[in-house]
């Protein structure tokens, strides 16, 4: 991505704070007329003390003390407003990626790593925050005091004027070419973080797995590793900050060494004041804190536009198709015509000619080996996946509707393993319908088989952890099948729902599920042949 391409990003991103980073500006811009003015002041006193300059001594001393208050709370009201537009903007931005990352099109193959994802949504939205809201008014107000304190010292001095910027300038142009170096390896520690990231989150979520299998001191050597490279590459761009900073404190040192000269030899010659020679020395600090700040700024902007970069791969993934949801009522059929069906950047075909008509009212089992395509195809029913070739239409008596996101709302789905997420059971049945009272809880829970939550201490309200922590896997199973129910829809979608359960619990839930389906239409994906007898239809995948 260009980086003009990614300024336009960042302006688009700014949207929401402008008013903001326009008021601290001209906060920035109070405050170098204050500082000005405070050096007017002391050059003024200065005079009145050492040449008996005419002049009312308690009124300059009245305004310099007012300088140095306003100054105070100049710094107080930007640092509030610069904290309210940074928080501001970190919030807008998470929530809009945030958004986009989940209403994006699932295509059975994510674009980036989970730690990698979250690596760019909380650091490089706050890299990119941060930029917004304070670089960008600091790098005005620089300019201001820079074109102000310039005037300021010309008006005294014209050739002093000309000098000391001029040094400073000349070793900031120096120090340029290493811009293009420094994003390069700002890039590279940000990739670097992200996988590191990418590596502990997904540690840490298997890590029962890892323990059994005694690869801790692997996983942990592979941080090292990456840490070590981490390091590397802080170090490598360390050095060039200093090499760059190094030359600008060089140009600092000059100018001020060329003002206070100037000043030394002035006063000897009678050409410049003691009040002058004051001026002079903090107008070069008037000059050299704005080349400073610009400076400053560099490393960050040079983040921000490298993490706009990134920010804008996540804005890049298409979204799912939205509409109107089509409802179909509880009574409907799902007709498959001729369906192909292969996974993006694979020649292998998952699913071949696949033609079947799940019938209103029935149940039926897909049956078939591991890998053959059983769970592929309940992603076609739920339009995640399109199909390469052929068509696929729910119906009822009256109505027909090719699949798409907008039929969703016609299916409940129960997918493999254990998706509870941490806090109560409540909040988690509560997902598939947030409006049932406990009595349908309830009612979904024997239908799933998991009354048991009822015997627990703390019933609805037990506490569980993440991914079902606290509880067994076969009762996690059940808890998710429970939430799945409570989501009105004529079409029942279950991925191996039984895989965690016992051939008693296994077969009291199931025929609880279909004594209870109320004419709804069932499809049970299974490898269990004993699972399969229980449905009145079974398709057979080869």
Not at 91 to 100: I, P, Y
Not at 201 to 229: A, F, G, K, Y
Not at 416 to 438: C, F, H, K, V, Y
Not at 472 to 493: F, T
Request: glycine share 8%; aromatic share 6%; with cysteine.
């Amino acid at each position: 991505m260009k980086t003009r391409e990614c300024i336009k990003w960042l302006w688009r991103a700014s949207d929401g704070v402008r008013r903001h980073i326009l008021l601290n500006s001209l906060i920035g811009i109070l405050h170098v007329a204050s500082s000005l003015t405070f050096v007017w002041i002391c050059k003024a006193l200065v005079d009145i003390a050492t040449t008996g300059t005419d002049g009312n001594l308690s009124v300059y001393i009245c305004i310099l003390i007012g300088c140095q208050l306003l100054q105070v709370a100049l710094t107080a009201l930007e640092q509030r407003i610069s904290s309210h537009s940074d928080i501001l903007l970190k919030n807008k931005l998470r929530h809009l990626l945030f958004t986009r990352l989940m209403e994006s099109r699932w295509n059975g193959k994510e674009n980036f790593h989970t730690g990698d994802t979250l690596n760019r949504v909380m650091e490089d939205v706050r890299v990119v925050a941060e930029s917004i809201t304070t670089s960008i008014p600091a790098i005005l107000t620089a300019g201001v005091q820079f074109i102000a304190a310039f005037l300021f010292l010309f008006s005294l001095q014209p050739g002093l004027a000309w000098a000391i910027p001029g040094i400073m300038i000349a070793a900031l142009l120096i120090s340029k070419s290493y811009i293009s170096r420094m994003r390069r390896l700002t890039k590279d520690i940000r990739s670097s973080e992200g996988n590191m990231q990418a590596l502990m989150q997904e540690s840490l979520q298997h890590r029962l797995v890892i323990h059994t299998l005694e690869r801790t001191p692997h996983i942990s050597d592979t941080l090292t590793q990456q840490q070590e490279n981490l390091r590397g590459q802080v170090l490598n761009k360390t050095g060039y900050t200093i090499f760059a900073r190094g030359l600008i404190q060089i140009g600092f040192a000059a100018g001020y060494t060329a003002a206070f000269l100037w000043g030394v030899f002035g006063i000897r010659s009678g050409a410049a004041t003691f009040g002058m020679m004051t001026a002079f020395l903090q107008l070069v600090g008037q000059l050299q804190r704005p080349i400073m700040n610009l400076s400053r700024q560099v490393p960050p902007l040079i983040n921000s536009i490298t993490s706009a970069e990134r920010l804008s791969e996540i804005e890049s993934i298409p979204l799912e198709e939205t509409g109107e949801p089509q409802n179909l009522g509880m009574s409907i059929g799902l007709r498959f015509n001729d369906v192909h069906y292969s996974y993006p950047d694979s020649a292998r075909s998952i699913i071949e000619g696949f033609s079947h008509d799940f019938k209103p009212g029935s149940t039926t089992a897909l049956v078939g080996e591991t890998g053959i395509g059983k769970s592929t195809l309940m992603r076609l029913m739920l339009s995640l996946l399109s199909p390469d070739k052929g068509g696929m239409e729910l119906y009822n008596g009256s109505q027909r509707v090719s699949v798409s996101p907008q039929t969703r709302c016609n299916i409940i789905y129960v997918p493999q393993g254990n998706t509870l997420m941490s806090g109560t059971i409540r909040e988690n049945l509560l997902l598939g319908d947030p409006s049932a009272d406990d009595e349908q809880l309830k009612e979904a829970l024997f239908l799933a088989a998991a009354d048991f939550v009822m015997e627990l201490p703390e019933g609805l309200d037990t506490m569980c952890g993440e991914r079902g922590a606290g509880l067994s896997e076969g009762q996690a199973q059940r808890i998710a099948i429970a939430r799945s129910l409570l989501r009105k829809g004529g079409l029942l979608l279950l991925d191996e729902p039984t895989s965690a359960l016992d051939a008693e619990t296994e077969e009291t839930l199931l025929k609880r599920l279909i004594t209870r389906l109320d004419g709804r239409t069932m499809i049970l994906v299974t490898h269990r042949e004993v699972t399969a007898a229980l449905c009145s239809d079974q398709v057979r995948l080869s």
